[in-house]
């Protein structure tokens, strides 16, 4: 194919040059997405010298042309010779990280940061650190934000005179006018703290840290908490102590609800990088602090890290310190007003148990369990259940069996049927816990009144229930307990209940094995084959297709192929389809 010249080494550039014309975006899109093929087409020095030059010069697009241009350019080292000359992509990468647009500069910093390792440390000195100086000192603040993700990439490979600029920059932009450049440097504080020299990290990033910690806007001090992380694993323990831990006592009391959120969200991680000492000394009664919080989401957030807080707490003094400073606030926190609260705490209670041993939990904790039983918002009591198997291996279910029942009961009948369905699939996991002769006892009639819910969903989770438990107690136990209930349905006069029949046959089938499918239930779903539903027929259809792996071939042939003939000259349309279906799966046709 030729240009309108009709020089064939023009093409790709003048479709490429019609298509980012036409005023349809998704054509745009398109050729943007096509641009590895043209520069294949193109070659290497024409992708240089043409395609790249051609693209800097025509950023004005559409955002989401844009975004798929700036990703395209990080891989495209290889399509303009290697890293030799990688830099030739900086130009139109560049403009992208200016763009109003956040997620498009976003993306073009992502593609920066991974072509900076393609580069010599001749070349990142040449090419790569200028720009991020000229984004880092540009008049719009859209480019200063994007130079605070390259510092940290370009910093470790360059000379040390190159890297005290970068340091400067970095410091101009921390005390940048705009909150929104202040922002983009908090989140990048941490990163860079990793890669700076430990003498740099205490003289110029603590400051830095500090100042951004007390910031006049909340979305900056919130950003800060995240690398005070970063900085903390950095240090020796004396420098935590005198730089790091004041700036965080105050973000636990700061007045911005966000900022004590954020401390909590990452409170676990702040233990881990400050040690067991400062630990005992410092975080115990900051975390108190947040357990006690007048914001319930900040509360929440701190009762989701009380079990990982406790678990990491140092060995020789951690049953004293959670008894003594954390359990009084946990057990404050069940009676909380704020549903988000309880509901956080019975996974954390539940594994407290593991940790403060048989007596603490049967003393301390068994009181707790018990009044979540009964707290009246249903996701507190499931929650509790759920984690049933920690507390089941410290003192065994007998001990929370008899409170556990009514709540059982309640969440089986409550009116909303996701809550019916959440305990449905915690069944299983009960009955291994409670034990056969319980569960016959106690629940097997509320396994048997799901399957005649009014609630598909119900009903349908109840008959893979049943499977599950067939699988933990064994087939004789079906036998004698489930299977003739099952089969007294298909008398039922409502045709959803005898359908469920079929609906439990299908799954027990397996589990129960060929014995008790071929004598208790193939002749009820044979019976069933006369009914006066077609719905009821052609899942009697479908029924014998899936329960006839399990038969042998004397039953396939004498009592199976008889109906699903029969079956096949039926009237209504589904039921012959699905006979002819299951004769032609079970090789009876």
């Known amino acids: 194919m030729a240009g309108a010249d009709g020089d064939d080494s023009l093409y790709p550039i003048a479709v490429l040059i019609d298509e980012l014309r036409n005023e349809d975006v998704q054509l745009r899109l398109n050729s943007i997405k096509k641009l590895s093929t043209i520069a294949l087409a193109l070659g290497v020095e024409r992708t240089r010298t043409e395609l790249l030059p051609f693209l800097t010069d025509t950023i004005y697009d559409e955002d989401e042309v844009l975004l798929a241009l700036a990703e395209q350019l990080g891989s495209f080292t290889s399509l303009v010779g290697g890293s030799e000359f990688v830099h030739c992509l900086l130009p139109p990468l560049e403009s992208l990280a ?45 480019s200063r934000t994007s130079a605070c993700g390259l510092f940290s990439v370009c910093y470790p490979r360059v000379s040390s005179t190159v890297k ?4 400067q920059h970095f410091r101009n932009l921390c005390s940048d006018d705009t909150p929104i450049v202040r922002r983009a440097a908090a989140s990048k504080l941490g990163e860079f703290a990793k890669v700076l020299e430990l003498e740099y990290v205490k003289n110029d990033l603590i400051p830095l840290f500090t100042n951004l910690a007390s910031d006049e806007q909340d979305s900056v001090r919130l950003l800060a908490v995240e690398a005070c992380v970063n900085i903390a694993e950095l240090l020796p323990e004396e420098d935590l102590e005198a730089h790091v831990l004041p700036t965080l006592r105050q973000a636990t009391e700061d ?13 676990s991680e702040l233990q881990k990088a400050v040690g067991p000492e400062i630990t005992k000394n410092d975080l115990v009664p900051a975390f108190q602090n947040l357990l006690k919080d007048c914001e319930a989401e900040v509360r929440a957030a701190a009762a989701h890290k009380v079990k990982e807080f406790c678990e990491n707490l140092p060995d020789d003094g951690r049953e004293t310190i959670i008894m003594s400073h954390i359990l009084p606030y946990v057990k404050e926190l069940v009676s909380d007003t704020n549903q988000h609260v309880k509901s956080a705490l019975p996974s954390v209670i539940m594994g407290l148990s593991t940790i403060l041993g048989k007596d603490n939990t049967i003393e301390h904790l068994l009181p707790l369990f018990l009044a979540q039983l009964k707290d009246e918002c249903p996701e507190v009591r499931l929650n509790i259940i759920s984690n049933l198997d920690c507390v089941n291996e410290v003192i065994g279910i007998r001990q929370l069996s008899q409170s556990l029942l009514p709540a059982i009961v309640e969440l089986a009948e409550d009116t909303k049927w996701r809550v019916r369905l959440a305990i449905i699939e915690y069944m299983p996991l009960l009955a291994g816990q409670l034990g056969v002769e319980f569960f016959d006892e106690k629940l097997n009639s509320l396994c048997m009144a799901w399957l005649v819910d009014h609630v598909y969903a119900i009903r349908e989770a109840a008959t893979n229930n049943l499977m599950k438990l067939v699988e933990k107690f064994g087939a004789e136990w079906a036998q004698n307990t489930i299977v003739p209930k099952v089969l007294a349905m298909a008398n039922d006069p409502n045709y959803l209940h005898r359908m469920t029949t079929l609906f439990c046959v299908n799954a027990l089938s397996e589990a129960c094995g060929k014995e008790i ?7 009820i779903v044979l019976k069933m084959a006369a009914d006066q539903d077609a719905n009821v027929r052609f899942n009697v259809a479908r029924s014998l297709q899936r329960i006839g792996p399990v038969l042998d071939d004397t ?23 699905f006979a002819q279906e299951a004769m032609t799966v079970l090789a009876l046709a």
């Open 98 to 142: 200016t763009v109003e647009e956040t997620v498009v500069r976003d993306k073009a910093v992502d593609s920066l940061r991974k072509i900076s390792n393609e580069h010599s440390p001749v070349d990142l000195e040449a090419h790569f650190v200028p720009l991020v100086k000229r984004l880092a000192s540009g008049d719009w603040f859209t």
């Open 164 to 167: 005290a600029e970068i340091r």
């Open 255 to 267: 007045k911005s609800c966000g900022v004590r959120y954020m401390v909590a969200d990452k409170f």
């Open 517 to 523: 499918t071929t004598k208790l239930m193939l002749p």
């Open 555 to 577: 039953t396939l042939q004498s009592d199976v192929k008889p109906i699903l003939l029969k079956l096949g000259q039926d009237e209504d349309m589904d039921v012959k389809y």
